[in-house]
C-alpha cells in the first residue's frame, strides 16, 4: 500500500512538472509573437517621379520661374506635348522635393492653384484671380521631357482608375468632392517611409517621415497626383 501511494506521488510530480514546462513554453512562444511598435507599423513606400537633380539645374536658394504674368520661386515645371501633362516640383535650396504635383494639363481643378504661392511680375502677391486665369502659362513655358518620366516610381499615371490606387494605399483617410472631381486625400502617419530606388535627398521627408497624398479622379480616372512632403493638416 505504502509503494503504491509513494507511485502515484511520483506520477503526480512528474505530471505537474510536465504541465509547468509546457506551460512555460506556451508563454515562451507568445513572448516571441509580441511585435515592437516598429513592427506594428505598416511600411510605407514614399512615391516620387524619375526626374532627376540635374534636370532641376544648379541646386540655388533663388530660383524664379517667370511667365508673361506670373512668377513662382523655388520651382520646375517640366511638360509633354504627346501626353498634354506636366510636372511641378517644389524644392528646398538643395533640391530636396518638398511638394510634387502631375496634371492633366485640360482637366485641373481650379482649387489646386488658386492657393498657389505666386507672385505677379512686380514681385508682389499674385490675386486669386490671376493665378486661376494664367496658370497655365508655367505649362507653356515648362521645359519639354519624354513621357517616360510623368510614370511614378510606385506606377501611377494620369488616366489610372481609383481602384489602383486604394489597391496600393488603401481606403483613402477623406473623400470630398471639389468641382466635379473626387478628391481622395492620404495621410499615412506613423508610417515606416521606405525607398524604391529613389536617392534620400530625393524623399527628404519630414514630420516623422510622412507623405501626403492627394488624387483627384474625374470620371474613374487620375487627373491630378499631389505629393506633399510638408507637414499639414486634411485639404
Known sequence: MRKTSITLLLL???????????????IAVKDEDIKSPEELIKPFFADNYPVTENMFGKATSNRPVITAHLRSENTAWFTNDSLQQSL???????????????????????EVFSKMDFSDNNNYPSSEEDRLLYYKEFFKSAKKIDKKY???????????AKEKAIAKYGKPDSIKTAEGFEKYYW???????????VPEKNLLLIDEKKQFITMYFKNNKLATMILDNTPRSEP
Open 88 to 110: 511641378l516640383f517644389i524644392l528646398f535650396s538643395d533640391n530636396s522635393r518638398l511638394v510634387t504635383a502631375c496634371f492633366d494639363n485640360n482637366n485641373i481643378p481650379g
Open 187 to 197: 495621410n499615412p502617419a506613423g508610417a515606416q517611409i521606405t525607398q524604391k530606388n
Open 12 to 26: 503526480s510530480l512528474f505530471f505537474f512538472s510536465c504541465q509547468q514546462q509546457k506551460k512555460e513554453e506556451d
Open 150 to 160: 510623368f510614370i511614378s516610381n510606385m506606377g501611377f499615371q494620369i488616366g489610372d
